[in-house]
Every structure is written in structure tokens, then in C-alpha cells.
């Protein structure tokens, strides 16, 4: 289905002519993910960022997903949110109810948004707690590596400056290694006031997808997944490396323009 697919055992990159097809992928990537997690614990817990992301998700609500999928078995929660009322243009949490979670059979109940009345400081603590609980009760399972959660599946997007989540270049909290969820509050991206998933607990995750498109963002996915020797710049992207798990890039052609040794003409 991939323009383009690259595979090795613990990393694929899949190359798309254009969003629609990258959609449809998308879609079924995340649904075959979803039944086989549902057949093994019963449950799916997926965690994701905002931005063009959710429009890419869009597939999901349309058939056979909408009626193949088991979406009250899902669990839903924010690998990154801006720190923002829920009802606010700019909250990820709105983005993804407007354009999904309105559309498919999710439980209301299962849906982890974040503290909306509190500091950016405060709603990181308090996601990290519910989180804790959900482990506990094995809503979300748990790495044997490092006791972080490891969640089925955390799907990101890619800023064209390397970011994923909110963790930002050149930023201190990408060195974050014993909490799960941290804040910040000098995003570059507007706006400033962020929660987000720190990387101990992105790399332990069963599933990773980074989606991406743009040609704004070829420079960026060429840092990040080419081998461009000891001396690369810590660009958050290419730190994303699950420990266990498999990670899968999606792009559209455009954003895997500058990306060594791929030929996109045929
Ligand atoms: O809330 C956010 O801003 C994000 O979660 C952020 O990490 C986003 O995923 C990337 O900036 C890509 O966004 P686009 O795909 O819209 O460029």
C-alpha cells in the first residue's frame, strides 16, 4: 500500500504519494494494532499529540473502521497538551473530540484529558497520577525494563524543527528520565504553557508512529532517521527509539524528500 516501505526489525518507514493515502494506512495501522491488543489484555491504550495528527486519524471514522473496531475498549490519553481550557480552539483535547472522539463509539469514561483548572506544573502531576492508577489497575501495562507505562500504542507528530510531544530542541526537559509526565512553560510553538510525556515512557511504549508531512519537514525527518554519524545535533525526533517496542515512521513524499537512499519515483 506504501509508495515506499522500509523495513528492519524494529523500525519501518512507510512512504505515501499523497495525505489521503497516508490516511488509509494510517487508519488500518492503528485498527490492526487495536485488535490484536484488545485479543492480548483486553484493552487498547493509545496516547497521542495534536496538530495535523487528528486530520490524519480522520479514516477511523469512516468504514469498515467505524464498525470493525472495538473503540469501547479503547483508553485515550495525551502524549503531549497544551496547557489550555478544554474548550479552548488551541487544546489538543478539543481537536481530537471535534474531529474523532465525537464520531465513534468511545466511553466518555476512558478518555484521559488533562486538569484544564490548574498550572501547567500541577496538570502534569496529576496526569502522571492518573496514570499510576491506570497501571496499576493494568489498564495500561508496564515495562519489565524500567517500570515505566507502556502504553500500546503513542502516536506523534514532527515539528519542522525535530520536536515531538512538547519536547523541544536544545530544551533540558528531554533529559528528563525519572518523571513520566513533565511540563514547560516557554514552548516555541504557541502557545507557551505545555504538559507532555517525557522520553522514558515514550520509548517504552509497545507501538511508536511518528506521522509526518510537508516539505517543511524533509531537513528534520533527514536528521532524524538518516545515519548522519556521531556528531548529530539531539534532535528530539531521532530520540525516539522504543527500547522493546517497534517503531513506524509515516510520511508523505514531500517530508521524505531529503532522506538518503529512498527512491520516490516508482
Ligand atoms: O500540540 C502540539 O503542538 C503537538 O503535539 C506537536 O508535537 C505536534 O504534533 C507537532 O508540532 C506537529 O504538528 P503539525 O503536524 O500540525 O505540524
Same mark, same amino acid.
Given at each position: 500500500?506504501?509508495?515506499?516501505?522500509?523495513?528492519?526489525?524494529?523500525?519501518?518507514?512507510r512512504i505515501h504519494e499523497n495525505a489521503?493515502?497516508?490516511?488509509?494506512?494510517?487508519a488500518e495501522y492503528i485498527a490492526e494494532?487495536?485488535?490484536?491488543?484488545?485479543?492480548?489484555?483486553?484493552?487498547?491504550?493509545?496516547?497521542?499529540?495534536?496538530?495535523?495528527?487528528?486530520?490524519?486519524?480522520?479514516?477511523?471514522?469512516?468504514?469498515?473502521?467505524?464498525?470493525?473496531?472495538?473503540?469501547?475498549?479503547?483508553?485515550?490519553?495525551?502524549?503531549?497538551?497544551?496547557?489550555?481550557?478544554?474548550?479552548?480552539?488551541?487544546?489538543?483535547?478539543?481537536?481530537?473530540?471535534?474531529?474523532?472522539?465525537?464520531?465513534?463509539?468511545?466511553?466518555?469514561?476512558?478518555?484521559?484529558?488533562?486538569?484544564?483548572?490548574?498550572?501547567?506544573?500541577? &496538570?502534569?502531576?496529576?496526569?502522571?497520577?492518573?496514570?499510576?492508577?491506570?497501571?496499576?489497575?493494568?489498564?495500561?501495562?508496564?515495562?519489565?525494563?524500567?517500570?515505566?507505562?507502556?502504553?500500546?500504542?503513542?502516536?506523534?507528530?514532527?515539528?519542522?524543527?525535530?520536536?515531538?510531544?512538547?519536547?523541544?530542541?536544545?530544551?533540558?526537559?528531554?533529559?528528563?528520565?525519572?518523571?513520566?509526565?513533565?511540563?514547560?512553560?516557554?514552548?516555541?510553538?504557541?502557545?507557551?504553557?505545555?504538559?507532555?510525556?517525557?522520553?522514558?515512557?515514550?520509548?517504552?511504549? +509497545?507501538?511508536?508512529?511518528?506521522?509526518?508531512?510537508?516539505?517543511?519537514?524533509?531537513?528534520? &525527518?533527514?536528521?532524524?532517521?538518516?545515519?548522519?554519524?556521531?556528531?548529530?545535533?539531539?534532535?528530539?525526533?531521532?530520540?525516539?527509539?522504543?527500547?522493546?517496542?517497534?517503531?513506524?515512521?509515516?510520511?508523505?513524499?514531500? &517530508?521524505? +524528500?531529503?532522506?538518503?537512499?529512498?527512491?520516490?519515483?516508482?
Open positions: 500500500m506504501a509508495l515506499s516501505a522500509y523495513k528492519t526489525d524494529r523500525r519501518e518507514l489521503d493515502d497516508l490516511s488509509c494506512d494510517l494494532l487495536s485488535e490484536a491488543s484488545i485479543k492480548d489484555r483486553g484493552v487498547f491504550a493509545i496516547a497521542m499529540s495534536g496538530g495535523s495528527l487528528i486530520t490524519l486519524m480522520r479514516k477511523l471514522c469512516e468504514a469498515p473502521y467505524i464498525k470493525t473496531v472495538d473503540f469501547s475498549k479503547w483508553y485515550i490519553f495525551w502524549a503531549d497538551e497544551r496547557v489550555v481550557a478544554k474548550s479552548h480552539s488551541d487544546s489538543n483535547y478539543k481537536l481530537a473530540k471535534d474531529s474523532l472522539f465525537s464520531k465513534v463509539p468511545i466511553l466518555h469514561s476512558h478518555v484521559h484529558s488533562i486538569n484544564d483548572t490548574v498550572t501547567a506544573e500541577q &496538570a502534569a502531576e496529576d496526569y502522571e497520577f492518573v496514570i499510576r492508577q491506570l497501571v496499576r489497575t493494568r489498564v495500561i501495562s508496564v515495562s519489565e525494563v524500567n517500570d515505566c507505562p507502556k502504553f500500546d500504542l503513542v502516536l506523534l507528530g514532527m515539528g519542522p524543527d525535530g520536536h515531538v510531544a512538547s519536547l523541544f530542541p536544545n530544551h533540558s526537559v528531554l533529559n528528563e528520565k525519572e518523571q513520566w509526565v513533565t511540563f514547560i512553560t516557554d514552548s516555541p510553538k504557541p502557545p507557551p504553557e505545555r504538559i507532555t510525556f517525557t522520553f522514558p515512557v515514550i520509548n517504552s511504549a +509497545s507501538n511508536v508512529a511518528v506521522v509526518v508531512t510537508g516539505g517543511s519537514k524533509a531537513e528534520a &525527518a533527514h536528521m532524524a532517521i538518516d545515519d548522519i554519524g556521531p556528531d548529530s545535533p539531539e534532535l528530539p525526533a531521532r530520540m525516539v527509539q522504543p527500547s522493546e517496542g517497534k517503531l513506524v515512521w509515516f510520511l508523505d513524499t514531500a &517530508a521524505a +524528500s531529503k532522506l538518503e537512499g529512498v527512491k520516490l519515483s516508482e
